[in-house]
Nanobody, 124 residues
Framework: QLQLVESGGGLVQSGGSLRLSCAASGATLENLAIAWFRQAPGKERERVSCIGWNGGITNYANAVKDRFTISRDNAKNTVYLQMNSLKPEDTAVYSC?????????????????WGQGTQVTVSS
């Protein structure tokens, strides 16, 4: 069974950078779409970014566009989220999730496997 483990979170000052990793085991990510989500305390889960099965399609929430970059390394069975120019409002638990048909979707319920998440805290 596919398992996802996120890493790379931590505490960073405003304007700093972090790179999150979503490593898979138990199955290949190769044909799947992978999305990063975040959830801050008291707020709904928000889809931050998604990458399609071949890496050719990527999309981003308006709040992170031009600051975050999603990428995938199928050889390492890992998806990354490079986060630059971090702001305090980026503070949240970040999780990755897969979508079996390989195509990104705006509907969160279509994502099937989820990781436990990694905490990102941005201080002002």
């Amino acid at each position: 069974q596919l398992q996802l483990v996120e890493s790379g979170g931590g505490l960073v000052q405003s304007g700093g950078s972090l790179r999150l990793s979503c490593a898979a085991s138990g199955a290949t990510l190769e044909n799947l779409a992978i999305a990063w989500f975040r959830q801050a305390p008291g707020k709904e889960r928000e889809r931050v970014s998604c990458i399609g099965w071949n890496g050719g399609i990527t999309n981003y929430a308006n709040a992170v566009k031009d600051r975050f970059t999603i990428s995938r390394d199928n050889a390492k069975n890992t998806v990354y989220l490079q986060m630059n120019s971090l702001k305090p409002e980026d503070t949240a638990v970040y999780s990755c999730a897969t979508k079996a048909d390989g195509h990104c979707s705006a509907y969160n319920f279509l994502y099937d496997y989820w990781g436990q998440g990694t905490q990102v805290t941005v201080s002002s």
